[in-house]
């Protein structure tokens, strides 16, 4: 595929923390918050249909993508929401529609709690869901505490058999034919290149803390707004029967609609017919 040519591109200053943030199209606005340990190229396929109708706005978590920070309390759920939320008002964007995936969806809910009044709509696409643990990450997050945790996890990220396990990216995907190429240059190619990138991805491990996340068993109810929920019917991460009981914590549910032969990054592999549904929620 062709990349996106967005419109522009920078980097916003947020007291310690610089966000890196794209945008592209016109019209009302829909701002992405991707997943571990990507950055926000990962949505341009679904932008792509999206942008002759609406402004798209992706940001990269800090830690991960061109995103970073300078304390730790940058990297942790709470503090990205904040350094998103003053990205968002020096852009002027408002109101929006926000999309997360994965921990870009635990984040993405940790905004919109302060930032409800510009916060429009949710769209929650397989995302942690509390007092559930994803697999192998809770032991990711004791591996970055040890001394030389990145030479180890880039030699992890050398190994293609690694790659498709599920330890690596074998439970993300459907067809595991996607973890090669294109997205091995987007995502891993850069951790392997980069002590900066992979130093940075061991802080956001150390700093996403699940006793936040259980919080959200009652933080749920706060989130009025309408929410959208896109979800992979094959993923063992975020469990769809788990999903579905979180739901029913939320007050304004405009729908769940499960996507099948889909795990993790379905969006990856079903951009258009992701696309399909945040638009016409967005329209909604």
């Known amino acids: 595929m062709d990349e996106l040519d967005f419109v522009s591109e920078g980097n916003s200053r947020c007291d310690t923390a610089s ?7 016109s019209g009302p606005a829909i701002v992405f918050l991707h997943g571990f340990p990507l950055s926000g190229r990962t949505w341009d396929e679904v932008i792509r249909p999206l942008s002759p109708h609406f402004t798209c706005y992706t940001l990269d978590l800090i830690g991960l993508g061109e995103s970073f920070g300078s304390v730790d309390v940058d990297y942790s759920s709470q503090g990205q929401a904040r350094a998103f939320q003053a990205t968002l008002s020096q852009l002027g964007v408002t109101p929006y529609t926000l999309v997360g ?8 809910r940790e905004l919109a709690l302060i930032d409800r009044q510009r916060v429009a709509r949710l769209v929650l696409t397989n995302t942690e869901i509390p007092l559930h643990r994803p697999p192998w990450i809770p032991m990711y997050q004791v591996m ?6 990145a030479i180890v996890f880039q030699r992890l990220l050398r190994s293609r058999w690694y790659l498709r396990t599920t ?5 993300c995907f459907y067809d595991l034919a996607h973890i090669d190429g294109e997205f091995h240059e987007r995502f891993v190619a850069p951790l392997l290149a980069s002590r900066q990138r992979i130093e940075g991805l061991l802080r956001f491990l150390r700093n996403m803390k699940f006793a936040r996340l259980d919080e959200f068993k009652d933080l749920h109810r706060q989130l009025d707004m309408p929410t959208l929920f896109l979800w992979g019917a094959d993923d063992a991460i975020f469990p769809e029967v788990h999903a579905r009981a979180m739901v ?5 549910v405009a729908g769940f609609h499960s996507i099948a032969k889909a795990k993790l990054f379905f969006y990856e592999e079903q951009p258009l017919q992701v696309a399909q549904q945040i638009e016409e929620f967005a329209r909604s």
């Open 19 to 25: 966000v890196h943030w794209r945008k592209i199209g």
């Open 101 to 108: 995936n994965d921990t870009g969806g635990w984040i993405a």
């Open 144 to 149: 970055a505490q040890v001394p030389g945790a």
């Open 167 to 171: 330890l690596g990216f074998g439970g």
């Open 248 to 252: 029913e914590q939320f007050p304004q």
